[in-house]
C-alpha cells in the first residue's frame, strides 16, 4: 500500500510553526507587554499562526465560526507587521484610530470573502482574491520602506541588526510568494497551501525566534513608561569624557543641530569618529534610541527658549522652528507637543514647568 507522506509533512510543519508563533506570542507578551512594539509583535505572530492555519489542507471543513475568526485574523496579519515594524523602529509611534480601521475592514472583508464571496462563488470572487493576495505584499513593501527609511538613524546597534533581518526576510518571503505564483502561472492559494510554502514558513519562524532571543530585551523594545533599573544592574562602560566634550562643544557651542539636513555621518565626520562609535557614544552616554530624536531635544530646548524671549515674541513660530533646525511647521508642533505636552502657541503664553527629558539633556552638556 502506498502512503503519499506529503500531506502529512504539510500538517506536521504547519502545526509546527502554529505552535513556535504562539510560544513567541506568549514569550513576548510575559517579558515585554510594557512595550507597544512588543505587544503589537506577539498580535503579528498570532496573525501569522492564524494564516498558517487557513493555508492548511481541509480548512475549508471548518466550522464556519472559527473559519471566520481565523480568517479574519489572518487577513490583518501583515498590516499589523507594518505596524509592528513602525512601533519597533520609532520608539514615539502610537496607533491611530484609522490603523484600528483599516485592521478592522482588513478582517470584515476576510471573513466576508470566508463565508459569502467565496463559497457562493459571486461575481466579485476573482477580484476579492486578487486583493486578498496583492494586501499582504502592499503591507510588507511598507515595511520595507519605513525600514530602510529610518535605518540610519536608529542608534540601538542590536535593533538595527534585527530590523533587517525580521522585515527583509519576512517582507521579500511575502513578496516572494507571489511572484512564485504569477511565474509558475499557479493559484495564489495553492502557492501558499503547498508543502514547499509550509517548509519555508516553518524556517523562516525558527530563524526569526532564534534571532529575537539573542537580543536583549531593553535594545529591542522601548516601553510606554521609564522604570528605574534595578540594583543589580550592571552600569555601562564610561563614555570617553573627550569625546563626549566634542560632542557637547558641537551641539551646545556651536549649535549644529541647526543645520535641517545634519545627518549621523556628517556629525561623525565632524567629530573625527566611524558613525557606530558615535551611535554608541549617543545611546549609552545620552540615552538616546534615535538619532532625530537626539537632535530634536536640542532643537526643541532652542525653540523653548526662542518662545520664552519676550524680545523674541513678535517672531512668528514658523521662524523659530526652522532657526532651530525643524524644515517644516507640522513636524515641529508634533515634536514639541510630544516634549511639553503643550503647542508651541501655547508655551508662548506662558510658563511650562521643566521636561524630565529636558532637564536629563541640560545635564549631560554640564557633564
Not at 492559494?189 to 514547499?196: G, H, I, Q, T
Given at each position: 500500500m502506498h502512503f503519499d507522506a506529503g500531506p502529512s509533512l504539510n500538517l506536521l510543519l504547519r502545526g509546527a510553526t502554529v505552535g513556535v508563533l504562539l510560544l513567541i506570542a506568549l514569550a513576548l507578551w510575559r517579558d515585554a507587554r510594557g512595550a507597544l512594539a512588543a505587544r503589537l509583535g506577539a498580535a503579528f505572530a498570532v496573525g501569522v499562526a492564524a494564516a498558517t492555519l487557513a493555508a492548511m489542507p481541509g480548512f475549508a471543513e471548518t466550522p464556519d465560526a472559527w473559519r471566520a475568526a481565523i480568517t479574519a485574523v489572518a487577513a490583518g496579519s501583515m498590516f499589523v507587521f507594518w505596524l509592528f515594524t513602525r512601533a519597533l523602529f520609532d520608539d514615539d509611534f502610537r496607533p491611530r484610530a484609522w490603523q484600528l480601521a483599516v485592521w478592522l475592514g482588513l478582517a470584515g472583508v476576510g471573513a466576508l470573502n470566508c463565508l459569502v464571496i467565496g463559497p457562493q462563488h459571486l461575481t466579485a470572487a476573482p477580484a476579492m482574491a486578487l486583493f486578498m493576495g496583492l494586501m499582504p505584499v502592499a503591507w510588507a513593501l511598507l515595511a520595507i520602506a519605513q525600514s530602510l527609511a529610518s535605518w540610519r538613524e536608529d542608534l540601538v546597534e542590536g535593533r538595527r541588526q534585527l530590523r533587517t533581518l525580521i522585515?527583509?526576510?519576512?517582507?521579500?518571503?511575502?513578496?516572494?510568494?507571489?511572484?512564485?505564483?504569477?511565474?509558475?502561472?499557479?493559484?495564489?492559494?495553492?502557492?501558499?497551501?503547498?508543502?514547499?510554502?509550509?517548509?519555508?514558513?516553518?524556517?523562516?519562524?525558527?530563524?526569526?525566534?532564534?534571532?529575537?532571543?539573542?537580543?536583549?530585551?531593553?535594545?529591542?523594545?522601548?516601553?510606554?513608561?521609564?522604570?528605574?533599573?534595578?540594583?543589580?544592574?550592571?552600569?555601562?562602560?564610561?563614555?570617553d569624557a573627550r569625546q563626549l566634550a566634542t560632542l557637547n562643544r558641537l551641539m551646545s557651542v556651536e549649535r549644529v543641530y541647526r543645520e535641517p539636513s545634519l545627518t549621523i555621518a556628517a556629525l561623525a565626520t565632524r567629530m573625527g569618529l566611524p558613525e557606530h562609535r558615535l551611535r554608541k557614544l549617543i545611546n549609552q552616554a545620552l540615552g538616546h534610541r534615535n538619532f532625530n530624536a537626539f537632535l530634536n531635544a536640542y532643537r526643541i530646548e532652542d525653540a523653548m527658549r526662542a518662545l520664552s524671549d519676550a524680545a523674541l515674541a513678535a517672531v512668528p513660530v514658523l521662524t523659530i522652528a526652522m532657526d532651530a533646525g525643524f524644515q517644516s511647521l507640522g513636524p515641529f508642533n508634533r515634536a514639541f507637543k510630544a516634549a511639553t505636552g503643550v503647542t508651541p502657541t501655547e508655551y508662548r503664553r506662558g510658563p511650562v514647568a521643566p521636561l524630565e527629558a529636558h532637564g536629563r539633556l541640560a545635564e549631560t552638556e554640564t557633564a
Open positions: 522585515v527583509a526576510t519576512t517582507a521579500v518571503y511575502t513578496v516572494a510568494q507571489l511572484l512564485a505564483a504569477l511565474i509558475a502561472g499557479m493559484d495564489l492559494r495553492a502557492v501558499v497551501e503547498s508543502p514547499l510554502n509550509a517548509a519555508g514558513t516553518a524556517a523562516l519562524t525558527l530563524f526569526i525566534a532564534s534571532r529575537m532571543l539573542q537580543v536583549r530585551a531593553d535594545e529591542l523594545f522601548a516601553p510606554l513608561s521609564i522604570e528605574p533599573a534595578p540594583a543589580a544592574t550592571i552600569a555601562p562602560p564610561a563614555p
